[in-house]
């Protein structure tokens, strides 16, 4: 989702962070949610 990176500044392209030197930013995360498919064969 494109709410959880930063558009623009220093940090372009990173995962909007919740905080940042110890102020409270308005961000979500310091990292992206992890995901995987687990897939099975039915026979």
Known sequence: KS???????KYKGY???S????SFT???S???PPYIF???EIK
């Open 19 to 22: 905080f940042s030197f110890g």
């Open 3 to 9: 709410f959880l990176i930063n558009k623009k500044g």
């Open 15 to 17: 995962p909007f962070r």
């Open 26 to 28: 308005d961000g979500f």
């Open 38 to 40: 687990l897939i099975k």
């Open 30 to 32: 310091d990292h992206l």
